[in-house]
């Protein structure tokens, strides 16, 4: 999840003037503390599958990306921290573009 906060407070500085850097470290924030909280409860309770080392950041993620992508999953770093590249290229296209409308 580090690498996919970096990714996006990277876009946000170089193309959208820091826009975004606060909302972005916000809701990760948010996302690491859940993950916390999903760790405790798995050792409070005895939750194998959850308080193993095998139960990581990279879980949660994968779990969201294969449930809230409409894209055919791969299992592949390259694939999974590309997809928000990819996206993060159009909102700076957008950007840039409504900017240029705008003049």
């Known amino acids: 999840m580090e690498k996919a ?10 193309y959208l ?4 850097d606060s909302d972005i470290n916000h809701y990760f924030g948010e996302i690491f503390e859940i993950y916390d ?3 405790h409860i798995g050792k409070e309770f005895g939750i194998n599958l ?7 950041e ?4 994968r779990y ?3 449930t809230l992508s409409d ?10 921290l590309g997809y928000p590249k990819t996206n993060m290229d159009r909102l700076r296209r957008e950007a840039i573009e409504d900017d240029y409308s705008k003049n």
């Open 37 to 39: 909280n999903i760790k």
């Open 71 to 80: 894209d055919n999953y791969e299992a592949t770093a390259p694939y999974v």
């Open 17 to 20: 003037d820091k826009k975004l």
């Open 58 to 61: 990279k879980n949660i993620m």
């Open 5 to 14: 906060t970096s990714l996006l407070v990277y876009f946000s500085n170089r």
């Open 64 to 66: 969201h990306f294969i």
């Open 50 to 56: 959850i308080k193993g080392k095998e139960f990581n």
